[in-house]
């Protein structure tokens, strides 16, 4: 996996390791019990200090995403395959993608335009077959996939 | 013609000819030390420099060795010598000034302006690293078993005063009380040349690679392949300098004897080495841009829709004159070198400066330890 930042764009650099990683899992390119570099190796091969690399594994261990021990390193916990995340979870996940749109919405985007973002951004996901099957909102979301 | 002033008059025409080749060796998206965006690789100023550079040292190479011939014809044992670090001050002085010139352009026409500056890290290197050559590694330590086994077959039939190890290339006819230290003087050499130079390329393995922000995939690809050529070349590299340190100590040893500018035969290997080894690498270009990237599966192929949206980070302000990196955030120990083939220090990881007091400090330590069993 190419993971890619850029050190002197807006976006905490923590910040965006977390993201990319977060789209890595996403996309299918790092699924359940996949181990990433050590904390010391990551920050060597980005160029930041070891600090902020071992922030973004906190973050992602917060969220049930990573699993870090001294033995296997950062293994991924989580992916689309491992099941629906718990109610407060997704509540939580709701009121943020909520302001997402709304950003996109208050700044004149068309509808039709920010619907046609959402599929393409679904379209790069890597969701297990049956979940299409037995999903029907997954089925309806991943209509614009190639 | 003293051995000394014979070695100066070839060094000349090679560091000549190595400065003068620099340019055509490194990234396109580095010149002269400086951060270059794929789209400006062009640029008119970057070609004026290259041919005022060419010609530059071109004309420094052909004085200098001029110079160090005539020096060594003379019968002059340190002028020669003092030829190439004047020479190498010369060419990094054509270098600053094209750096300069460049740099200015690229400030006055913010080549950077709007451009995504990304850096890229691959996880699969570190998940599945390339294997260290370890067999390669043989030559050198069969060469310096055979040095210890002669030297001490010779020890006991040795007389009391020997060449001075430590010496012995300066000042031919200098001799020192006959002491294991003295004795195996050269052995030593060996062992710390062999250990230095494996050190190092143990280091640099674990270094990140060199990855283009445009071109991930092939960049990767590629700088595998010249990781491995760089280290099955230096450590046959190793191996010829044991091979002629194992020579100068069976002339210390007196299993032959050699006067004059012939003193400087045992140096063949090392050298012929040096230029084969050298021409290997110039071929592949830093960080093997100059390779084929087929053949080696690397994971994910770069998108050709992304490749134009992303340039390297301009990170010029981490490298003082374009030749030294000092970076306090990144805790890399090595990383690519930004001019010429190679590899260099982060010099603001206290890591390095140990490492650099380790290469200084072992041979120092040596010279002492024999002065003071004399």
């Known amino acids: 996996m190419f993971l890619s930042i850029e050190p002197d764009g807006p976006v905490p650099i923590y910040q965006q390791i977390r993201d990319r990683i977060v789209e890595a899992i996403a996309g299918g390119r790092q699924p359940v019990g996949s181990g990433l570099p050590s904390t010391r190796q990551l920050a060597v091969d980005l160029g930041v200090n070891f600090h902020t690399v071992n922030k973004s594994y906190d973050l992602l261990r917060r969220e049930g995403l990573l699993r870090l021990n001294r033995k296997s390193g950062a293994v991924v916990q989580r992916d689309a395959g491992s099941g629906p995340p718990s ?60 | 013609m003293s051995a000394g002033s014979l070695v100066a008059a070839f060094a000349a025409p090679f560091y000549g000819a190595l400065f003068c080749v620099f340019p055509a060796v490194t990234k396109p998206t580095v010149q002269f030390g400086v951060r270059v965006p794929p789209e400006r690789t062009g640029a008119a100023v970057i070609g004026d420099q290259r041919r005022a550079y060419y010609w530059r040292t071109a004309v ?62 691959d996880t699969r290197w570190r998940a599945d690293p390339p294997r260290f050559p370890v067999r390669w590694l043989t030559p050198a330590l069969a060469v310096v078993a055979a040095t210890i086994v002669i030297g001490v077959v010779r020890y006991p039939e040795l007389p009391g005063r020997l060449t001075d190890g430590f010496r012995a290339w300066a000042a031919p006819g200098h001799r020192v009380p006959k002491t294991p230290v003295t004795a195996f003087a050269i052995v030593f050499a060996q062992l710390w040349v062999t250990a230095l130079w494996t050190g190092m390329m143990l280091i640099i393995y674990r270094s990140r690679p060199d990855i283009d922000a445009a071109d991930p995939a092939d960049s990767v690809r590629r700088y595998r392949r010249f990781l491995v050529r760089c280290t099955t070349g230096m450590l046959a590299l190793v191996t010829l300098i044991d091979l002629s340190l194992l020579l100068a100590a069976l002339r210390n040893w007196q299993v032959y004897r050699l006067a004059g500018a012939s003193t400087a035969l045992p140096l063949l290997p ?89 290469i200084a400090g072992v041979p120092a330590g040596l010279v002492i330890i024999a002065a003071l069993t004399r």
């Open chain 1, 87 to 146: 109610p407060d979870w997704a509540q939580d996940w709701a009121g943020r993608l909520e302001t997402l749109l709304a950003e996109a919405a208050a700044q004149g985007m068309p509808a039709d335009e920010i619907i046609t973002h959402c599929r393409a951004a679904i379209a790069a996901f890597a969701f297990p077959a049956d979940a299409e099957e037995h999903a029907p909102g997954h089925r309806t979301a991943i209509e614009g996939r190639p």
């Open chain 2, 60 to 121: 420094i190479g052909v004085c200098c060795t001029v110079v160090a011939v005539l020096l060594a014809v003379h019968g002059s044992r340190w002028l020669p010598v003092l030829v190439v670090p004047i020479e190498v001050a010369a060419d990094t002085g054509c270098l600053l000034a094209a750096r300069r010139r460049i740099t200015e352009v690229k400030r006055a026409e913010r080549w950077f302006a709007g451009l995504r500056q990304t850096v890229i890290a």
């Open chain 2, 270 to 358: 090392y050298a012929a080495g040096l230029l084969v080894v050298m021409a290997a690498l110039l071929r592949s270009g830093q960080g093997g841009f100059r390779l084929a990237a087929d053949g080696i599966d690397s994971g994910e192929p770069t998108d050709p829709g992304k490749r134009a949206a992303l340039a390297d980070r301009d990170d010029d302000r981490f490298w003082k004159g374009g030749l030294i990196y000092v970076n306090r955030d990144d805790p890399a120990l090595m990383v690519c070198a930004r001019f010429g083939i190679g590899w260099t220090f982060n010099l603001a990881n206290p890591a390095a400066w140990l490492f650099l007091s380790a």
